[in-house]
């Protein structure tokens, strides 16, 4: 590697100077460092970004201004009429709004209670049967859903839930595998000293659970309300399966119906539509970033 | 809370000990309920189903392995739709896990706007679901889709993407690369694990930044990527929301996926039988894909503490 050159004595120390190809130099090489690292990573980005910007152009375009090409970025006029005619003039997106967000705020609360009950007995409770019974929520995990879906079409088509949330609402009261799981693993790091004090001060599991556990555990929790919230919203294959009656449809399916009848020709509601279902997903991921990504390092690399 | 400091607290009867138990067994009953209703049950279920030439209108009978027998050498399209998934799994996986380890490695520095860019590669990872499946239908589209526009910018005629037999399953591979922010995230949290030590001492040793990466970052991160790895295979091969919204399948077979499959042998031809043949195949797929990879990781990937 090294260049075997005759080396110069500097005056002041009296070593051996350096004279380093430019390459070599520390403060240029960290400026040709950085220019690296950016011409690399910023086009990427700006890719990435690009999908999500031509939505929003194509959302405020004039119909007459969407089938140009080359494709121009900045709608001429600014049709922010797209929005509530898209939104309201073919099918009832309101109706489907508001059945997405029972559905949701039902679901993550469910999943809330049931996955911090069963995380904090397998973080904490000593008992038999535990490792087994811990070994069964990580093979869920990793089961294929399509397994279980055509069975549970079944059971619910048998008791009569077709065409209701029942199918979409009942099974996330009964834990999620996944959240039990990201959740334990946020318990186990949480002091033991903490609930044991409080054990022998008398104080039963639902309190230690409560008080202790819970209010420690917000990142975690929070990962939970985020997770579940793009899940269920995003849910398309349990509505489209179960949910007939139009006015008990969902947004994910309401959508794609949209897309079927209209699409086509309107590609300017069809994206209004489109980043108006979508605009909830990433507000959540705005206002909880902190604490999601958090929640997401813990689970990756504990896991 | 009360006064009472007493260590052990036997009430109604049952000890310390007991009481813990029985407080274990209620706090999961939620999830042990579910789990034998919705999960376990249906898994039984959907074992004997299989097993049977039921379509949900007749009554079944008891078919033994015919129905593997027709989908493994009678069933064209079965096999069209595992090479499909095949083929859609390993471009995915691939430009996925490489894609985001070269982000996550180029972000992992302390540069001005790395937390922006970040963000800005991560956001359409969070951005999911039929919107962006519609999203994309705009930017393949053949005539004055942005996809088609940029690659005229370098030059390259763009083909006609979801309309074409040849470039639709590789258009769902570009899409599903836009979505590598997750797993970026996941490396980024991995690398920087990784204790400043070893780079100072690889660097005292004169390691070229070449021996550093494939020498240190490799193996510390490979649980990490390894992680990443068996997550995006085994989700790679679910693909469905997708292939609904953005092609059915077509055109003709391009795109037909094998859990697209299962949907329209379940839910449009009515055959659950047959369609529970196919989803146990699956599950043996990935069964055995991701037991290939825990076995193959033994040779690449390294944990620093044998005893974890």
Sequence with gaps: ?303 | MSATTAPTRPRKGFSLRQREEIDFYLFIGLWLIGFILFTGGPILASLAFSFTNWTGLTTQEWVGLENYRQLLFDDKLFWIATRNTFFYSLGSVILGTLGALFVAILLNQKLPGTTLMRVLYYIPSIASGVAVSILWIWLFNPQVGLVNYLLSLVGIPGPPWLASQQWALPALIIKSTWAIGANMIILLAGLQAVPTSLYEAAKIDGAHPWDEFFNVTIPMISPVLFYVLVISTIASFQILTDVLVMTQGGPGTATLVYVYYIYQNAFQYLKMGYASALAWILFAIILALTLLQLWGSKKWVYYEDPGT
């Excluded at chain 1, 999500?52 to 959302?59: D, R």
């Excluded at chain 1, 069975?151 to 996944?178: A, C, E, H, I």
């Design chain 1, 1 to 303: 590697m090294d260049q075997v050159t005759s080396q110069p004595i500097s005056p002041i120390t009296g070593r051996i100077a350096r004279t380093t190809p430019w390459h070599q130099r520390r403060r240029t090489r960290r400026i040709a460092h950085a220019a690296l690292v950016y011409v690399l990573v910023v086009p990427g980005a700006v890719l990435f970004t690009i999908p999500l910007l031509w939505m929003l152009s194509t959302a405020l375009k004039d119909p007459k201004q969407i089938f140009v090409f080359p494709p121009q970025w900045i709608p001429n006029p600014v049709m922010w009429s797209n929005f509530p005619r898209g939104w309201n003039d073919f099918l009832p997106f309101n109706t489907f709004l508001i059945n997405s967000l029972i559905i949701t705020t039902s679901n993550i609360i469910g999943n809330l209670i049931s996955c911090s009950l069963a995380a904090f007995a397998f973080a904490r409770l000593r008992a038999r049967g535990k490792n087994f019974l811990f070994m069964l929520v990580l093979g869920t995990m990793l089961l294929p859903q399509e397994v279980t879906v055509i069975p549970q079409y079944v059971l619910f088509t048998r008791l009569g839930w077709n065409d209701s949330w029942l199918p979409l609402m009942v099974p996330p009261w009964f834990g999620w595998p996944f959240f039990i799981f990201l959740l334990r693993q946020f318990f186990m790091g949480i002091p033991r000293e903490l609930d044991e004090a409080a054990r022998l001060d008398g104080a039963s599991s639902w309190r230690i659970l409560w008080n202790v556990i819970l209010p420690l555990s917000k990142p975690a929790l929070a990962t939970v309300v985020i997770f579940g919230f793009i899940g269920n919203w995003n849910n398309f294959l349990y509505p489209l399966i179960y949910i007939r009656s139009m006015d008990k449809q969902v947004l994910a399916v309401a959508l794609n119906m949209f897309r079927g009848a209209y699409g086509n020709a309107n590609y300017q509601y069809m994206m209004a539509v489109s980043l108006l279902v979508l605009l909830p997903v990433l507000l959540v991921f705005f206002f909880g970033q902190r604490l999601f990504v958090r929640g997401i390092a813990l689970t990756g690399i504990k896991g």
